[in-house]
């Protein structure tokens, strides 16, 4: 069983930066690959961005790159989501996620994933 807790979301300005976190508890931290999935009202739950076992590889969605930045520390058993130059069109719940079983497929997909948190919500005003 893991257990995955977000923070670091709020009320920002378009222009600005958060950073999110995840603690995961439960499980080998490092045996798992996580990812990024963010939720809008009226909208299905979105793929943002996933980071390999080793952290050696990243995946994006096309319209964060470049302004998004997925990074874990084993040491911490956390994993964060650097946020740039937001924008109005990022705002929604934003979800970590655990891939207890990780493979090159479909890593996108929000059903490869095994754990989920419970989400922090994250606004940008124009």
């Known amino acids: 069983q893991v257990q995955l807790v977000e923070s670091g979301g709020g009320l920002v300005q378009a222009g600005g930066s958060l950073r999110l976190s995840c603690v995961a508890s439960?499980?080998?931290?490092?045996?798992?690959?996580m990812g990024w999935f963010r939720q809008a009202p009226g909208k299905e739950r979105e793929f943002v961005a996933r980071i390999t076992r080793s952290g050696g590889r990243t995946y994006y969605l096309d319209d964060v790159k470049g302004r998004f930045t997925i990074s874990r520390d084993s040491a911490k058993n956390t994993m964060y989501l650097q946020m740039n130059s937001l924008k109005p069109e990022d705002t929604a719940a934003y979800y970590c996620?655990?891939?207890?079983?990780?493979?090159?497929?479909?890593?996108?997909?929000?059903?490869?994933?095994?754990?989920w948190g419970q989400g922090t919500q994250v606004t940008v005003s124009s």
């Open positions: 996620a655990a891939d207890l079983h990780p493979t090159a497929v479909g890593v996108t997909r929000a059903d490869v994933y095994d754990y």
């Open positions: 439960g499980g080998t931290f490092s045996s798992y690959a």
